[in-house]
């Protein structure tokens, strides 16, 4: 099983970015998909969750600017943030569970800065 987190970058703030979390190696649709973040000397947070069933979740900072998605055909989930603030800056990543596995992406850097 293989998660491939990716489309982090350096975004001025109010911009935009879309991440992507690729899966290869497992049914992708029976897993619920989530992305967390980790900024500097914080704990790793929960930002958003959509299970495999549809049904979505957002963290209080980032409802209403970020969606969660996926693509059970491409085996792909995203992540489209709008509005950035330079408190969204943080290491971002995938998650995947399903009753008795989980499995991490590798992070992917988002920079909010002028």
């Known amino acids: 099983v293989q998660l491939q987190a ?4 350096l975004v001025q703030p ?6 992507s979390c690729a899966a290869s190696g497992m049914i992708f649709s029976m897993y619920d998909m989530s992305w967390y973040r980790q900024a500097p000397g914080e704990q790793r947070e929960l930002v958003a969750r959509i299970t495999r069933t549809g049904t979505t979740y957002y963290a209080g900072p980032v409802e209403g600017r970020f969606t969660i998605s996926r693509d059970n055909a491409k085996n792909t989930a995203y992540l489209q943030m709008n509005n950035l603030k330079p408190e969204d800056a943080a290491v971002y990543y995938c998650e995947a569970v399903t ?7 590798q992070g992917t850097q988002v920079t909010v800065s002028s």
């Open 6 to 9: 990716y489309g982090g970058g």
């Open 14 to 19: 109010g911009g935009s970015l879309r991440l």
């Open 99 to 105: 009753p008795g596995d989980v499995y991490w992406g």
